[in-house]
């Protein structure tokens, strides 16, 4: 896995460098007494001395030398827990099952959604009392009706006249009716 001659004791200051001297095969630069030359590098960042960007070469090695060691020990530690979730029988199903569990008992307990079931009750207390409202009209109107006689009841209108539309949606019990409904469809 680690290129011949490349030293990976994390204590070393040479850890990450190629052989002394010659050109380093990963990333093309010179490699002197076992750090990066900084001679190779064409021009140097302002304010920054060839000491200090030696130094700044070395560390960033360094540090990505860590990074590649943690990277290995996250997929020996990933696959330990791959093993040790199929020896207990958990599958990927039964993790996402219980994520999905816990994922709506958190949303239940949450403020927003207490909130929002209070909002949604009052408003399907108001929209069953409006209804309620409208039945009742409804039902003193009809019973209006039935209580005078047929022909009173269209008063001086003919019955074509009573029972053409234009005529009913102008009249003021339809008026009522249709802003108490407003856009509720049944159905």
Do not use: C
């Not at 199929?86 to 949303?107: F, I, M």
């Not at 009209?137 to 006249?161: E, T, V």
Request: aromatic letters at 4%; a neutral charge.
């Amino acid at each position: 896995m680690d290129p011949v001659g490349q030293d990976i004791n994390l204590n070393s200051p040479n850890k990450g460098l190629g052989p002394a001297g010659g050109v380093d095969s990963l990333t093309g630069v010179s490699v002197e007494g076992g750090a990066m030359g900084v001679a190779a590098v064409n021009t140097l960042p302002p304010g920054l001395t060839e000491e200090e960007a030696e130094e700044l070469y070395s560390e960033l090695t360094k540090v990505e030398e860590e990074i590649n060691t943690l990277r290995q020990v996250l997929l020996a530690k990933e696959k330990h827990s791959a093993d040790l979730k199929r020896k207990l029988g958990l599958s990927p199903l039964n993790e996402l099952k219980q994520n999905l569990t816990k994922g709506w008992q958190d949303v239940q307990t949450s403020n927003a959604y207490k909130k929002t079931s209070e909002t949604l009750s009052v408003a399907g207390q108001k929209t069953t009392a409006a209804l309620s409202t409208m039945g009742t009209a409804l039902s003193r109107k009809l019973g209006d009706m039935r209580a005078l006689p047929f022909s009173n009841s269209f008063g001086n209108y003919s019955i074509r006249q009573s029972i053409s539309m234009p005529t009913m949606r102008n009249s003021p019990t339809f008026k009522s009716f249709e802003d108490k409904v407003g856009n509720i469809k049944l159905g």
